[in-house]
């Protein structure tokens, strides 16, 4: 259980078009979910916090006309790179927070990640 | 604000050698400390975590404990298999949920 898929797993684009990826709790409803961004051989970096029905809570110096998040049900967020620029390339992760009915014990899970390829 | 320091990478090592991957933290309030593993071409997974000062969390065989005093969160496992090879993040959280990642420390381990 508790399984958190990412689509699509990478992509390629032109640079100025817009991307986005999805991020879905296959077998559980979250709370919130969480969107981190990680370049080669580093950690990852909290973008912003995404709770259903609500708009996203973004971090310091994270542009959020750049970086748009939307979520809509209680398992589906996505993120929608707009006019993608090569600076953007990275590697793109999702997490998710089951409710506190769940009996998860607030842990998070994450998706497998997105690979944004802007050429 | 909160951070996580863990020990440089990479970490090469030989089957059922000893390894210890250093974290420490700095936070305010009582934070929640964690370890990720990242397996090759997979998503992050909790390998084990602890909630409070002196925890001990424990999985597969690795252990970290909660160390207030030293604000460390050390991980080890006494006997390492090819299987164990992978990345491996510690992490805090604070009341609002988010985690806070280390840089992350690739092991490799060698038949």
């Known amino acids: 259980g508790a399984v958190v898929s990412q689509h699509p797993s990478w992509v390629i684009c032109k640079s100025g078009t817009s991307v986005k990826i999805e991020c879905r709790s296959l077998?559980?409803?979250?709370?919130?979910m969480f969107w981190y961004r990680q370049f080669p051989k580093q950690s990852l970096m909290l973008m912003a916090t995404?709770?259903?029905?609500?708009?996203?809570?973004?971090e310091q110096g994270v542009e959020k006309d750049k970086f748009l998040i939307n979520h809509a049900s209680l398992t589906l967020s996505t993120l929608t790179v707009t006019s993608a620029h090569p600076e953007d390339s990275s590697f793109y992760i999702c997490?998710?927070?089951?409710?506190?009915?769940?009996?998860?014990?607030?842990?998070?899970?994450f998706g497998p990640g997105t690979r944004l390829t802007v050429l | 604000g909160n951070s996580v320091t863990q020990m440089e990478g990479p970490v090469t090592l030989s089957e059922e050698a000893f390894l210890t991957i250093n974290c420490t933290y700095t936070?305010?309030?009582?934070?929640?400390l964690f370890w990720y593993v990242q397996y090759p071409g997979e998503g992050l997974q909790l390998l084990l975590k602890?909630?409070?000062?002196?925890d001990k969390g424990s999985n597969k065989g690795f252990e970290a404990t909660y160390r207030k005093e030293t604000t460390s969160f050390h991980l080890e496992k006494g006997s390492v298999q090819v299987s164990d090879s992978a990345v491996y993040f510690c992490?805090?959280?604070?009341?609002?949920?988010?985690?806070?990642f280390g840089a992350g420390t690739t092991v490799t381990v060698r038949a």
């Open positions: 997490s998710a927070r089951p409710l506190r009915t769940s009996g998860y014990n607030n842990e998070q899970f």
């Open positions: 077998d559980f409803q979250a709370t919130t």
């Open positions: 995404s709770n259903e029905g609500s708009k996203a809570t973004y």
């Open positions: 936070a305010t309030g009582y934070p929640s």
């Open positions: 602890a909630t409070k000062a002196d």
């Open positions: 992490a805090l959280s604070t009341n609002d949920y988010k985690l806070s």
